[in-house]
């Protein structure tokens, strides 16, 4: 039986192509959408960009017919524009009345559902808008396509018991076979079945499923940063080997997912020269209440938002020792800057680029959305390697949440790419007062 789905504006704010993922059903646009569509298309960044797409859409649909009665879709089902009667508005409870967006978009919801004998869902992400739904005998739903479940996501790493034999044939002769399902660059902890103290450390080589030793770099450390436990051993392996061109780097607060990141990239760019440049980018998305607009030219706008990348590049240069003589101080980034080996900047400027030959971070990437994060890997040139890190438990942008960030996202689409490789980092390094910090608050 067909179905029908009323959807709510911030669903195609998310996703502008929802509308065409619901398969052989038929899909309602609420009139008071297409208004809150308009307001949306003049903002800057993703929001305004889905909404313009979104209208552009409807209007190339509407060239097939009278949209009020039914564009038939691509996949079987059927796409139309619903409009909001008052008697209908009239129906809802006296605290839901007047002809704001969200009730609107229930009293079209409440009229297809008594004129039609199919099921009738209300699609939002708007937790309060399903409150109401569902208050008022609708049935209600997330938009969940693109949800993954954060408690199930692929962490990158496996402990797998083995005999002592195999432990030693792994380091004489380089490589160990396993008979076990393992995705391509898994990081590999072998445990010894008779003494389990006894481990090694490898990763699984592309698609040939065989276990290799991790290399002597991802143990002493590049660019003056060692890593301090197994998961930064790991991570700085993905991010060092030049056949990975995806790396995903999950962790909370201080488990040193941006500072391995750019330790690799300063290794790559300005040691080996196997890249062009370093290039960072990050969502300018702010926590808590935004302080408006900033003074100065385009660097002294930046500057806040860029601080804590500028901080790792001092620990990195180790300039923060040098503050005590201002002649001589200098950030630890400016050098490579003027070089031309280092640059950063919003993700804003990333959209139409192509960016061949370089080494690009992409730091907080859990503020981003699926097709944020589809957006910068399609701008990747021939021999770019692409890092993403973040922290899917701490979101500020208000249009994703924990299971439908474009981070997890990625994350479970590429750990069966051979080109891809990730690491969830556990332990806190950066001190025992962050460490207890994220544990107890």
Known sequence: ??????????????????????????VVLPITLIEELDRFKKQPEATGRNARYVSRTLDELRQRGAIIQGIPLDNGGTLRVALCHRDTLQQLPPELEGDQGDNAILAVAMELKQQCRCPVAVISKDTNLRIKADALGLVAQDYETDKIDIQ???????????????????????????DLPLFPNQAITLVDQTQPAHTALGWVEGRQGKVIPLSKLSAVGVSRIQPRNREQRFALELLLQDSISLVTLVGKAGTGKTLLAIAAGVQKVGAEHVYSRLLIARPIVPLGRDIGYLPGDITD?????MQPLYDNFDLIFATQETRGRPEHWRRGHEDMMDQGLLQIEPLTYIRGRTIPKQFLIVDEAQNLTPHEVKTILTRAGEHTKIVLTGDPD????????????????VVERFKEEALAGHITLYKGERSELAERAALLL
């Open 301 to 305: 706008k930046l500057t806040p938002w």
């Open 152 to 178: 199930d996501l692929y962490t990158g790493s496996r402990d797998v018991m083995v005999t002592a034999e195999a432990m030693e044939q792994l380091f004489k002769q380089g490589h160990l076979g396993l």
């Open 394 to 409: 701490q979101i500020d942008n208000p249009y994703v949440d924990a299971s439908s960030n474009g981070l997890t996202y």
């Open 1 to 26: 039986m067909k179905k029908v789905f009323v959807l709510d504006t911030n669903v195609l704010l998310h996703d502008p192509s929802a509308m065409m993922r619901f398969e052989d059903n038929e």
